[in-house]
């Protein structure tokens, strides 16, 4: 008589609708140390307990992400965010105002948090957010726990707007994709380190700088020797394929053509961000058409111009990550 066959370990996660039952299935995976990718307002998340160790280093070996780059804990509330790290009366006021949403707040550790040390990278600091977006609250809110979660991409790589992207990058090591449709923000959240005297701008992001600054007032910046305070923003980053070559007014035969705005040049094998030249609807679209342009296998990407203000900051340095020279496989 044969016998059955082992079973073999899955390779390719479940990708399921986010209803209810999902999210519920998706919280039983998370506190049991497995990986979810979930919708985030700004992109899929590839979620684990913050908790657990095995849990947190499956993230890093799922994404091949370096140990010494430190992870976002989302987390219901301000008042769970608490538990885990202090909150000067500004870092209150930056949360009060923007969450839920898309700021990440850099704030000291807790000696009583109970995260794994993995999620923090063996920083005295933690970054928090509590996100907006309804899958991901209603999955915080099912699995009870503070969840580790970065972008659901390969390290390096563009982060993923809808679940097919996560599929496409990090099919292996994941249990569950929920999928809630494309990201309405598009782009990461703002991080900054509110222990800062003046808080410090170390992503910009879905918020604009103008709309914190609003409350703390000039938020500084960290030059490009102090990156290790963010030790993810690595110059290469949110890579795609093909090389971009940056504030191309026209494209050259043979570039694929990342367009913004009404007057853009006709051209075969081109995308707009916003035809009306909006910056939200560019942010929104902004990894979606790098990967649709990157797919078609033009060697080199030519984008337009973008405004710098606004939002536009933030998607002005994720095209300059992208187009920065980078080592390793392509
Ligand atoms: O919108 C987002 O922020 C998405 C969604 C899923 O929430 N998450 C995201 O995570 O972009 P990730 O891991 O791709 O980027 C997090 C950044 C990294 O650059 C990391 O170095 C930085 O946050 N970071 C994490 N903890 C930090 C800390 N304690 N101090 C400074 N930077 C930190
Ligand atoms: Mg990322």
């Known amino acids: 008589m044969s016998r059955a066959a082992p079973v073999e370990r899955q390779r390719s996660p ?3 609708s986010a209803s209810a039952d999902a ?5 039983d995976v998370l506190r049991s140390g497995g990986l979810v990718a979930f919708a985030t307002e700004t992109v899929y998340g590839l979620g684990a307990d913050a908790t657990q160790d095995e849990a947190v280093a499956k993230i890093f070996q799922a994404k091949g992400r370096p140990h010494f780059n430190p992870l976002i804990v989302h987390v219901a509330s301000l008042e769970e965010a608490g538990r885990y790290a202090e909150f000067s009366p500004e ?3 930056l949360a009060a105002a923007f969450w839920p949403g898309p700021l990440t707040l850099v ?4 000696d009583d948090a109970g995260l794994s040390r993995l999620v923090t990278a063996g920083l005295r600091t933690v970054a928090l957010r509590v996100p907006a977006h309804a899958t991901a609250l209603a999955l915080l809110a099912a699995a009870g ?3 580790a979660a970065p972008s659901a991409n390969r390290s390096g790589r563009v982060s993923p707007t809808t679940a097919r992207h996560v599929l496409a990058d990090l099919a292996d090591g994941i249990d569950l994709i929920l999928d809630s449709g494309p990201c309405p923000a598009g782009i990461e959240s703002t991080i900054v380190d509110a222990g800062a005297r003046p808080p410090r701008l170390l992503r910009p992001g879905a918020i604009p700088r103008e709309s914190i600054e609003a409350i703390t007032g000039p938020l500084s910046t960290p030059c490009d020797h102090f990156q290790l305070v963010a030790p993810g923003m690595m110059k290469s980053h949110y890579a795609p394929r ?3 070559r940056l504030d191309a007014v026209c494209p050259q035969p043979g570039e694929a053509y990342l367009a913004f705005g009404p007057d853009a040049p006709a051209w075969p094998l081109s995308l707009n961000l916003s035809p009306a030249g909006d910056l939200e609807e560019a942010a929104a679209n902004l990894y979606a058409h790098l990967r649709a342009l990157d797919a078609q296998g033009a060697s080199t990407i030519a984008v337009a111009p973008i405004p710098g203000k606004g939002l536009g ?3 002005n340095d994720r095209l300059r990550r992208a187009a920065s020279p980078r080592s390793g496989t392509p």
Do not use: H
């Open 313 to 315: 900051e933030a998607i």
């Open 91 to 93: 870092a209150r006021a």
């Open 242 to 244: 093909a090389r971009l």
């Open 23 to 27: 999210v519920a299935a998706a919280a």
């Open 14 to 16: 479940a990708l399921r």
């Open 107 to 110: 704030v000291p550790l807790r």
């Open 145 to 147: 726990r503070p969840l």
